[in-house]
Each structure stands twice: as structure tokens, then as C-alpha cells.
């Protein structure tokens, strides 16, 4: 059943057992707990980020135990056996070193270009 705002605003729909809710007086009790709006903190940003990593380790670890297997690997002048999960991860993180070191040109680059129109 629709019922209009007391401010005239736009009709908004009334479903099931849910009561209508004015919105100066706050949530009556019958409200389920879990539709309260509970804002985002850096905290919780931070330990939703501590549980991926955490994930990501253990994913890390099992790859690293099923892949011991050794491989030769050649690189300029070096020349040498490591085992295969080894090699795949010196790869990655020299990967990742490259990425940030772009990355961190660019941020020096946006800034002082910034500073520059200040």
C-alpha cells in the first residue's frame, strides 16, 4: 500500500510485516536488527583485507607444497635448477615490483603536477 512522505515527498510501498517508519522518530523495535544500516569502518575494511590475505597465504602454501617438483631455469648468464613453486613465485613478486615502480612514477608524476596548478 503506498503512504506519501509527511515532508509531501514521493510515495514509497509498505511491504509485509514491516511497519511504516518515520524517519525523524528512528527504527521501531519490530525492525529485524540486520536491516539497521551499520556503516563501513576502517577496521572492518581492514579485516575483510587481513582475511583475503590470510585466504590468499593458505592458497599460496598449498600451490607451493603440490609443486615441488624441480625445473631448470635460465635467466641472462644465470643458469640453475629451483623447484617449480619457486621459480613461479620469484616471478610473480618481480612482477609485482615492476607494476609498483610504474605505479609509484605515476603518483610522483600526478603530484607534482598538481602541486604545479596550486
Not at 629451483?82 to 608524476?109: E, Y
Amino acid at each position: 500500500m503506498p503512504v506519501s512522505e509527511p515532508d509531501g515527498g514521493k510515495p514509497f510501498e509498505v511491504h509485509g510485516d514491516v511497519p511504516a517508519v518515520d524517519p525523524a522518530a528512528g527504527l521501531p523495535e519490530s525492525v529485524d536488527a540486520r536491516k539497521r544500516a551499520v556503516p563501513r569502518t576502517r577496521l572492518s575494511v581492514a579485516w575483510i583485507g587481513i582475511c583475503g590475505a590470510a585466504l590468499a597465504a593458505v592458497a599460496l602454501i598449498v600451490f607451493m607444497l603440490q609443486n615441488t617438483r624441480p625445473v631448470e631455469v635460465s635467466f641472462l648468464w644465470l643458469h640453475g635448477t629451483l623447484p617449480l613453486a619457486l621459480a613461479l613465485l620469484v616471478a610473480g613478486v618481480g612482477s609485482v615490483l615492476v607494476a609498483l615502480v610504474f605505479g609509484v612514477a605515476r603518483m610522483t608524476q600526478l603530484r607534482r603536477l598538481a602541486r604545479r596548478r596550486d
